[in-house]
């Protein structure tokens, strides 16, 4: 656990916030307050404050934005709470949260590398935007929005952090409101634990859950009873693999709704598990087939082959978000390879999303990410690959010399899966001719 600080700056009726840069490694292009971790010799005395941690707020809030909050313009400092990341992300932080009183808004200075944009504004303003479907935010920030919305000279925000009971329920945030996260433990590669399932649909529409993946019966029973809270019309498979569709037919039954899918899912899943549909009705999806409505706008399907030929991908006609799925890896990497795999196809695809421009992304594990930063970022990565790959083909390496060069720091146990990215590689490249 590492412990941050994070500086809620108020004057007069407004707050000051910024929206983080989409390359930035924690939380990109969320919404935020100015903060950071704690380093070790970061010291401030201030009566009754943790001479540590507000040792670390001066630092931050100089370095971001160019304020001493020795300045006269400090009226004073209250300690809001605490926020502990909760223990499904990867990267967990114990966030001190310090309400800062300016009695005037001195001139800062914004660190460009840490903020795309920033500004004062009414509280209430920012919850606006975040319950329309604009902003991107962590609990602990819509908590302080709401708490400061309603009375701006607060102190205190209790139970900042969003917190469920791990005994009897899988964790199910809002990182932009309307698109619910489900979390559950699932049958997925390491590093990655769980697997994503969104629960979607405006209260005049379907609710279309998608991708339900528990990996066993008790952790069946914590997901089923978060989405009892909000009812279910469809299931929807973003594609065939095992950690997408786990008792997702147990699921649809329960239920009474039919599974949508592409043809190619369906065909692989009947070919696999020929009753797998027993007592279910299915139904094909197509590019831009619409299946339900996000905030009044219209959810519909993408084609996104290359990492398994029938994937499809969800997004709102606003491209407010885009339900990428495992065209890229929040926790860990994508594979490429088998016959649902195809390399020159999933480069294709990538190349399209991030034409589309979409303001979010959601992954199949780990938390949505603002802007397509990480797409390009995968983008760049295979093809410096295709060219190592390349390369070594032509030096006349064989496969296994081309795997111990490229991978030789992955755990034996993902060999095999780097293996097969190995060959994607070489076959698009004998396709286009290149060897």
Known sequence: MIDAVSAVLVCGEEVFAIQRQPHLRAFPGYW??????????????????????????RREVLEELGLDLAHES??????????????????????HFYKVTLSSKSPFTVDAGEAQQAGWYQASALLEQYRSGELLAVPPVINILSALGEDITRTAVP???????????????ESLFGVRQLMPFSHTLPPAERTNSLLLGDADAPKVLVDPSPRDE??????????DRHGVDLVLLTHHHGDHHEYAPTIARRYGVPILLSADTRQRLTKKHPDYFQDVATRDLHEGDEVTTWLGHAVKV???PGHDEGQIALAPVNLAWFLAGDLFQGVGTVVIGGDEGDMQKYMATLEKVIALKPRALYPSHGIALGGTHILEK?????RLRE????QLHSAGRNEDEILATLYGDVASNLLPYARENIRAHLTKLRREKRV
């Open 302 to 304: 993408h084609a996104v």
């Open 159 to 173: 139970a900042l952090a969003y917190t469920y009971d791990a005994a009897t329920e899988v964790p199910m945030i």
């Open 218 to 227: 008790a952790e069946l029973e914590k997901f089923l009873r978060v989405v």
């Open 74 to 95: 400090i009226d004073r400092v209250d300690y809001l709470g605490l926020a502990t990341t909760p223990d499904f992300n990867p990267q967990r932080y114990a966030t």
């Open 378 to 382: 995968t983008l760049a990565h295979r």
């Open 32 to 57: 935020a307050f100015p903060g950071g971790k704690v380093d070790a010799g970061d010291a401030w005395a201030l009566a009754g404050q943790d001479p540590r941690l507000l040792g670390a707020l």
């Open 387 to 390: 060219d190592q790959v390349l």
